[in-house]
């Protein structure tokens, strides 16, 4: 299991006041159809921040898909990308032992307080990286969100290693430092 993910079901009782076994239950009792539903009943009913209830949310699936199998899933067919995806998330890590990497079916979400990027291999050939900073005037590389909608404002397509260069990983750190 990834180390941050495992820090933040440790912190989860801290936290939230519940454990994760605890929170899964409670989301047995009730029968959301969709994931952001129960991802609000969490922030709303609970007062549980947006991180740990979308972690909580992921994790409470019937799917016994760990991270690690998610991760694998989502590079099946891809596994060109998984290099471009390695050096985004060391990169990252740079940044602070704060950032919570949560892996869901098609993407990863990069998070601090709240969601600064978001990966996902959107092609065999591509990866669509999503960041979140408003204000940021789009160029050539930096797009508008496209695909994410409002879960990012801006995307950056990726099609090889050397696309995760300084400018990359300074906007990936701007992202980084709004969302505290």
């Known amino acids: 299991m990834d180390k941050a993910l495992q820090t933040m079901i440790n912190n989860m009782p801290e936290k939230t006041g519940r454990s994760l076994e605890e929170w899964v239950k409670i989301l047995k ?27 909580i949310v992921t994790l409470s699936k019937d799917s016994q898909d760990s991270p690690d199998d998610l991760l694998v899933n989502q590079y099946k067919g891809k596994e060109d990308l998984k290099p471009i995806y390695e050096k985004l998330v060391l990169e990252i890590s740079k940044f602070g032992n704060d950032i919570i990497n949560t892996p869901k079916k098609a993407s990863v979400s990069m998070i601090r307080k709240r969601q600064f990027a978001l990966i996902k ?34 995307r950056v397509q990726l099609t090889s290693i050397n696309d995760v ?13 709004k969302a505290n």
């Open 121 to 154: 291999p959107a092609t065999k050939t591509r990866i669509d990286l999503g960041l979140k900073f408003k204000d940021k005037p789009t160029t050539e590389r930096l797009e508008n969100s496209g695909p994410f909608g409002t879960m990012c404002t801006h």
């Open 165 to 177: 260069d300084s400018e990359l990983v300074d906007w990936l750190k701007e992202a980084y430092n």
């Open 29 to 55: 009792t009730k029968n959301f159809a969709k994931h952001g539903e129960a991802v609000n009943y969490l922030k709303t009913e609970h007062g549980v921040t947006h991180g740990f209830a979308n972690t």
